[in-house]
């Protein structure tokens, strides 16, 4: 394999792993709040895919994504204040079927708003055939923008957990929910901004996906399968590790394709994924109490 | 003997509707509840998984497909062509000639032989990758098993073998004994429609004396407390395999009797939403719940099969998903929610009420 070659799939590998690591940090803000993996993710950043496409129509690019991001979290708070509170002492598996019905729902409902056809938003800069050459490896300028909002994402992240209120709550409801509503915070709140927050990061990674992987009705599950995986391997809750395994299992489908068949490349990361899991029974990062807790 | 009532019942049940169909002419729907029952098999073992032994498998279908494609690959395969191993298994006389759709005759292997194939191979893959897999807990679990089924699923898709997207078609018939056969014959559709009924009756027979004996209660103080379970003498790593193994097989079996009875099969079903699908009807039938998981899989695949939603079919799946866990989390089928509608209303009016305040955070 020459350079350019080992370069070319590394930058692909790269750029899938960002937005799998998107998805995955969507699941983690919700299973820190509430310790459900909330399996309607993936249809998140369908539905800021699709809304963004319609709003561009007669918005300029920027706004419609913005009030795109906008409308989903709206979407989350309602996902979350219609169902996800009116559940009864839920147990996990009960809450685990609440979000396949709501993804299922979701997605069919998007299918009767935007039939079947595939739609993709412009290229943020340039167009498809457009390219830029780094040492020797072709790149479309999308990449870059995928790599650099993802990139401000998991900062931005990291900043609003450390530095404001809500996300200094949100991370004690994350290591103890008891302690957290002793210091008098709205725990009940929180997971409505999880939800929110989570929706709002699914459809940002929904809308700058756009360009290069296209959208339809029905990719919501796709990504949120990989995302699952992606938080698995790098153990629940762990941001940092959704983000080293999001880039992990990327670079594994990119390298994979060089040896085998393009139909087996989902199988050989799950496959990495699997291994990994009966090694390290709680992911690479994960605690092992993270991976005990919170059982069926 | 109580616990034989239901099951009478539901015979009597299988035939006045088998009779209302015919005397109406309605023939046609038999054969939508002879597949719904098919699947239903798949649904009972899971129960036993989910239900009384407390573990998730989002891979169900992979074993359904495993009993299905390795069915249509032995009996389809033309061995005439093949090397000395063919030789042997038409020697052994392991094999049957029929005549294909093309009217060429083609030496394959028995439906028999591809029966016991199939089972030998699941149970081999659901012993290996159980073993490893049943160690992980909660999420991780459902990650594992889900895992493995995207895996079985890419491999049928990719594979010439099994006919990558275009599935196996033709496969022939499953003789059984006495002229009674499993098959997509118009012509045969009650004989086969009580083919389905036997197995679902027999499935259902052994798994609620199983629930009620030693391994059952074994398995649901598994469900309870893991740890406690163990402390007490439960072999549970043993438990949980030998359940997931049984339960593979029913999948499988079903797998391998409605591939014969539509004549083929196709990579949608080792899809991932199909064993989600498995999963949640087994919730919605109220978990630890055979009777429920085997109405609910009945009804629901019925319907679904009838395509009475047409392009809302989904749509409707998820509905009733929400619906169910918010109305009813543990399964429709219980006493309590048939003491009339003034005790529904009540409880949809604290459902709307509730606030939150339900232990999530």
Same mark, same amino acid.
């Given at each position: 394999?020459?350079?350019?070659?080992?370069?070319?799939?590394?930058?692909?590998?790269?750029?899938?792993? $960002?937005?799998?690591?998107?998805?995955?940090?969507?699941?983690?803000?919700?299973?820190?709040?509430?310790?459900?993996?909330?399996?309607?993710?993936?249809?998140?950043?369908?539905?800021?895919?699709?809304?963004?496409?319609?709003?561009?129509?007669?918005?300029?690019?920027?706004?419609?994504?913005?009030?795109?991001?906008?409308?989903?979290?709206?979407?989350?708070?309602?996902?979350?204040?219609?169902?996800?509170?009116?559940?009864?002492?839920?147990?996990?598996?009960?809450?685990?079927?609440?979000?396949?019905?709501?993804?299922?729902?979701?997605?069919?409902?998007?299918?009767?708003?935007?039939?079947?056809?595939?739609?993709?938003?412009?290229?943020?800069?340039?167009?498809?055939?457009?390219?830029?050459?780094?040492?020797?490896?072709?790149?479309?300028?999308?990449?870059?923008?995928?790599?650099?909002? $993802?990139?401000?994402?998991?900062?931005?992240?990291?900043?609003?957990?450390?530095?404001?209120?809500?996300?200094?709550?949100?991370?004690?409801?994350? $290591?103890?929910?008891?302690?957290?509503?002793?210091?008098?915070?709205?725990?009940?709140?929180?997971?409505?901004?999880?939800?929110?927050?989570?929706?709002?990061?699914?459809?940002?990674?929904?809308?700058?996906?756009?360009?290069?992987?296209?959208?339809?009705?029905?990719?919501?599950?796709?990504?949120?399968?990989?995302?699952?995986?992606?938080?698995?391997?790098? +153990?629940?809750?762990?941001?940092?590790?959704?983000?080293? +395994?999001?880039?992990?299992?990327?670079?594994?489908?990119?390298?994979?394709?060089?040896?085998?068949?393009?139909?087996?490349?989902?199988?050989?990361?799950?496959?990495?994924?699997?291994?990994?899991?009966?090694?390290?029974?709680?992911?690479?990062?994960?605690?092992?109490?993270?991976?005990?807790?919170?059982?069926? | 003997?109580?616990?034989?009532?239901?099951?009478?019942?539901?015979?009597?049940?299988?035939?006045?509707?088998?009779?209302?169909?015919?005397?109406?002419?309605?023939?046609?729907? *038999?054969?939508?509840?002879?597949?719904?029952?098919?699947?239903?098999?798949?649904?009972?073992?899971?129960?036993?998984?989910?239900?009384?032994?407390?573990?998730?498998?989002?891979?169900?279908?992979?074993?359904?497909?495993?009993?299905?494609?390795?069915?249509?690959?032995?009996?389809?395969?033309?061995?005439?062509?093949?090397?000395?191993?063919?030789?042997?298994?038409?020697? *052994?006389?392991?094999?049957?000639?029929?005549?294909?759709?093309?009217?060429?005759?083609?030496?394959?292997?028995?439906?028999?032989?591809?029966?016991?194939?199939?089972?030998?191979?699941?149970? !081999?893959?659901?012993?290996?990758?159980?073993?490893?897999?049943?160690?992980?807990?909660?999420?991780?679990?459902?990650?594992?098993?889900?895992?493995?089924?995207?895996?079985?699923?890419?491999?049928?898709?990719?594979?010439?073998?099994?006919?990558?997207?275009?599935?196996?078609?033709?496969?022939?018939?499953?003789?059984?004994?006495?002229?009674?056969?499993?098959?997509?014959?118009?012509?045969?559709?009650?004989?086969?429609?009580?083919?389905?009924?036997?197995?679902?009756?027999?499935?259902?027979? *052994?798994?609620?004396?199983?629930?009620?004996?030693?391994?059952?209660?074994?398995?649901?103080?598994?469900?309870?407390?893991?740890?406690?379970?163990?402390?007490?003498?439960?072999?549970?790593?043993?438990?949980? *395999? !030998?359940?997931?193994?049984?339960?593979?097989?029913?999948?499988?079996?079903?797998?391998?009797?409605?591939?014969?009875?539509?004549?083929?099969?196709?990579?949608?079903?080792?899809?991932?939403?199909?064993?989600? !699908?498995?999963?949640?009807?087994?919730?919605?039938?109220?978990?630890?719940?055979?009777?429920?998981?085997?109405?609910?899989?009945?009804?629901?695949?019925?319907? !679904?099969?009838?395509?009475?939603?047409?392009?809302?079919?989904?749509?409707?799946?998820?509905?009733?998903?929400?619906?169910?866990?918010?109305?009813?989390?543990?399964?429709?089928?219980?006493?309590?929610?048939?003491?009339?509608?003034?005790?529904?209303?009540?409880?949809?009016?604290?459902?709307?009420?509730?606030?939150?305040?339900?232990?999530?955070?």
């Amino acid at each position: 394999m020459s350079l350019e070659q080992f370069l070319q799939y590394v930058l692909s590998g790269v750029t899938n792993g $960002s937005i799998y690591a998107m998805a995955a940090i969507g699941f983690n803000i919700v299973y820190n709040t509430t310790g459900i993996i909330n399996f309607a993710q993936g249809e998140f950043a369908m539905l800021g895919g699709m809304t963004a496409i319609s709003l561009s129509a007669f918005l300029p690019l920027p706004l419609a994504i913005a009030l795109s991001v906008f409308l989903v979290s709206l979407v989350g708070a309602l996902v979350d204040f219609a169902f996800i509170r009116r559940l009864g002492k839920p147990t996990v598996l009960n809450m685990i079927i609440m979000t396949i019905g709501l993804s299922i729902a979701i997605r069919e409902v998007a299918l009767h708003i935007w039939d079947e056809k595939v739609r993709s938003l412009p290229y943020f800069t340039g167009t498809e055939v457009s390219s830029i050459n780094i040492f020797g490896a072709y790149i479309s300028p999308q990449v870059l923008w995928v790599l650099g909002i $993802s990139g401000i994402i998991v900062a931005g992240l990291a900043l609003f957990f450390r530095y404001t209120l809500t996300g200094r709550a949100m991370r004690a409801c994350a $290591s103890n929910i008891t302690a957290a509503r002793l210091c008098g915070i709205n725990t009940r709140n929180m997971v409505t901004v999880s939800f929110m927050l989570a929706a709002a990061i699914g459809a940002l990674a929904g809308c700058i996906v756009s360009p290069i992987t296209q959208t339809q009705y029905d990719c919501g599950t796709p990504l949120a399968i990989k995302g699952f995986t992606v938080a698995i391997l790098g +153990g629940l809750g762990n941001s940092a590790g959704a983000v080293a +395994g999001g880039i992990v299992i990327g670079l594994l489908e990119a390298f994979s394709i060089s040896v085998l068949p393009l139909a087996y490349k989902d199988a050989v990361a799950i496959t990495v994924l699997l291994i990994i899991l009966f090694v390290r029974p709680a992911g690479l990062f994960g605690k092992k109490e993270a991976a005990r807790l919170k059982e069926f | 003997m109580k616990k034989y009532f239901p099951i009478a019942a539901l015979a009597v049940f299988v035939i006045l509707f088998q009779a209302a169909a015919s005397l109406a002419g309605r023939e046609y729907y *038999l054969t939508q509840l002879t597949m719904a029952g098919y699947y239903s098999l798949v649904i009972l073992g899971l129960t036993l998984v989910m239900g009384y032994a407390g573990q998730i498998s989002m891979g169900h279908a992979a074993f359904f497909a495993m009993g299905g494609y390795t069915a249509a690959v032995m009996t389809t395969h033309d061995l005439a062509a093949g090397g000395a191993l063919a030789q042997a298994a038409v020697s *052994l006389g392991l094999t049957v000639t029929s005549t294909n759709a093309f009217g060429a005759k083609i030496i394959h292997f028995s439906p028999w032989v591809s029966l016991a194939a199939a089972v030998v191979l699941t149970v !081999s893959v659901a012993f290996l990758i159980g073993i490893p897999i049943l160690k992980l807990k909660g999420h991780y679990l459902a990650m594992g098993t889900l895992g493995f089924g995207i895996i079985v699923y890419r491999i049928v898709l990719g594979t010439h073998l099994f006919g990558e997207a275009d599935g196996i078609s033709d496969v022939p018939e499953f003789g059984l004994a006495g002229g009674i056969a499993v098959s997509g014959d118009p012509a045969s559709r009650v004989q086969n429609y009580y083919i389905a009924a036997v197995m679902v009756i027999l499935t259902i027979t *052994l798994l609620l004396n199983l629930v009620d004996s030693r391994i059952g209660r074994a398995l649901r103080s598994i469900h309870g407390n893991e740890e406690a379970a163990g402390a007490m003498g439960v072999d549970t790593s043993r438990y949980k *395999l !030998s359940v997931f193994v049984l339960s593979a097989v029913f999948a499988c079996v079903a797998g391998v009797f409605l591939t014969h009875f539509n004549g083929g099969i196709g990579p949608s079903q080792a899809d991932v939403m199909k064993s989600v !699908s498995f999963v949640a009807i087994v919730a919605v039938g109220g978990m630890a719940n055979l009777w429920g998981a085997l109405v609910m899989g009945v009804v629901l695949n019925f319907l !679904s099969l009838r395509g009475y939603f047409g392009s809302y079919d989904e749509l409707v799946f998820g509905g009733i998903l929400i619906f169910i866990m918010l109305f009813f989390p543990d399964g429709l089928l219980r006493a309590e929610n048939f003491r009339g509608p003034a005790a529904l209303l009540d409880r949809a009016r604290s459902v709307l009420k509730r606030g939150g305040d339900n232990g999530i955070s």
